[in-house]
């Protein structure tokens, strides 16, 4: 429903999903934090500003957008969120956090795979402004976020 | 969870669920254009520059932010969301829709009730940048967009 990907799009989200690496996605498997039967988690690969190594999540079959989207993915997604947004408090330290979902390039929408962006808040971070100057990271800058991420997910579960 | 409501606050959102109107909530009965037993929607009493007019998903129950959101509650909102942004399709003949939820004062929570924001999105409509120049509307001015709003529920679901 309001799909946007061209016929012959290569989803750059599914190939990091089926755990592939090569220059059809930016997503390396060091950057995923969290997978189960229904989602993925990753740390995104675009940081903003003051905002950086956020985690975003999927949903593993290939739906576009929340339009799209079936119960059992957007419930998973949302009680996932639930976990990662607590664990998010412990590894980046952040003073609150901001849930993003954008559906169609109006909204902004890149990535034709429906994504749910975490970013971790800061006081006085002035996120709105500078959301949209994000910039592209290396895989090794987004390694700490993920193995901080990763190990504050296990003591949440704890 | 990282609660920030005061001791004392006066949940404007309870009173609205409730179906109360007077001087400690904005929302009218008027602006609700959906509810179930675990999910109010109504029109947002503060409308965004070139997205009037955008709905607001909350649980009955009270719960300050997603940290503290039970299954049942979190589940059901965003199937919800999933109705509303197909029926804001309709409604506000949108070109995408936002979604935006906000847990801590750091990430501009103001009322201190788990809510979910949906923004209807129109090409160029520059929102990251006017998100933050909310206006209060009043409660005429929300009628509109609740009666197109019901209607369009009502179209999605039939």
Redesign the interface.
Known sequence: ??NHAPDDYICPICIAIEGIEDDRTMIRKSDIVYQDDLVTVFIGSFFVADNPGHPIIVPNKHYEN??D?P?PE??Q???V??LI??AL?ISHS????????????????HAFHYH?HLFP???G?DF??K??TSRKSTAEERLPYADKLRAAIKRVQS
């Open positions: 429903m309001y929340l339009y989207l119960d957007a419930h997604i949302i009680s969120s639930r947004a607590q408090k952040c003073d609150g956090v901001t849930i993003r979902q954008n559906n169609e390039p109006a909204s902004s929408q749910m808040r800061y006081d971070d709105d402004k959301i949209s």
